[in-house]
């Protein structure tokens, strides 16, 4: 029979008392930092600077920007679409300098990235579109300013004359006053035009709608009690030039009255035809959501298409942008440039579609809670924290520049 011997007993601990040259290095006291920079410094995600977002700007500002169409099923397809993404690691490779440069529409950009259109920017924040454009200038990416936005295109230009800007066009019932925006933009200096077609009307907003959202804010009761909560804003708002929009005169109402009144719903392809007649320069079409669409664009002389839902904003239940990537791109054949925005929430999304064959992404959500967190300092923690991560997943997947990512390095499960 097998003998079981005891277990030998614990020897007991011996205890002393620590020195101070042991003590020392652990104590790492800092000053605690305080005040946006603080807020800012300490976030570690997109999904931090939006919560930082939330707590700075009343509940409708924020949930114009954070909000999407009807019951917001695309845009959480958008984001789920990415959740999908399985990367494939390859190890042994020297990933000690990672080579984020690439060329966006033939000009050099510092990450596969572009700063989207935002409509209404100084909502955000009071100091809006040029802060935007000034960070975009100190990372070295292109940015995009809206038909929608709160600047105008002579004003943005002035304050980042030597940014790679776009502008980012919708077309209006009046075909004249669009011809004459277009010659504002290309005497302003304005690179690339960005036609956007998925919006012949207002997509049904309902954040706004039950929040009560005009343009510009009205001062009701609610409003008024609001003030209380978010003073900064307010007096932000109050005490700098009025919120409208820059190249629209008639605003009055929701933003999707002014959509239905202002923008054409009898837009066809003979319209992309004539806007590349008046326009030389690179051509972007934003909101193509089907290849068969993407091919025709690209037919009538587009350089480049933005695979969008427009963030989930207009057609409820529409399909995640990057689940129509790879058809768009066997259609497209390597003609224009792929573009791909909706759902982009870290710099893992980016190199996960730029992987699957995309040119490049474009953020707009993301980067106005930056703005509405703290201005440019703001916006510019949001493209730090999607830098890092973009550069921390290109080494653990084992790849090190933008230029040898493929579709070994990444597949998307069902």
Known sequence: MTQIRPAPPVAAVARRRPRWSELRPLLQLQPPSFGTAGRLARASTVADIRELARRRTPRAVFDYTDGAAGDEV????SRAAFARVEFRARV?????????NTEI???????????????????????????????????GLP????????????????AVPSQDLWFQLYLWRDRAASKELIARVRNSGFRTLMLTVDTPVGGARLRDVRNGLTIPPALTVRTLADMARYPHWWLNLLTTEPLTFASLTSTNGTVADMIDNVFDPAATFADLEWLRGVWSGPLLVKGVQTAEDARTVVELGADGVVIS???????????????????????IGGRAEVFLDGGI?????VIAAVALGATACLIGRS????????????????????????????????VNSISDLDASSVRLIR
């Open 74 to 77: 695309s845009l959480a397809r």
């Open 92 to 100: 042994l490779r020297d990933v000690s300098a990672v080579d984020m």
């Open 105 to 139: 529409l033939g000009r050099p950009a510092s990450l596969p990235l572009a700063l989207g259109p935002t409509g209404f920017t100084r909502m955000m924040n009071y100091q809006g579109e040029p802060a935007v454009g000034r960070a975009a200038l100190a990372a």
């Open 143 to 158: 940015y995009t300013l809206s038909t929608m936005g709160t600047t105008s295109p002579e004003d943005l230009a002035a």
């Open 309 to 331: 839902n427009h963030g989930g904003r207009q057609l409820d239940r529409g399909g995640a942008p990057l689940d129509e990537l790879a058809a768009v791109l066997d259609q």
């Open 345 to 349: 929430m870290s710099g893992a999304d």
């Open 367 to 398: 980067y106005l809670y930056g703005l509405m967190a703290g201005g440019q300092a703001g916006v510019e923690r949001v493209l730090q924290i999607l830098r890092s991560e973009m550069v921390r997943t290109m080494q653990l997947i084992g």
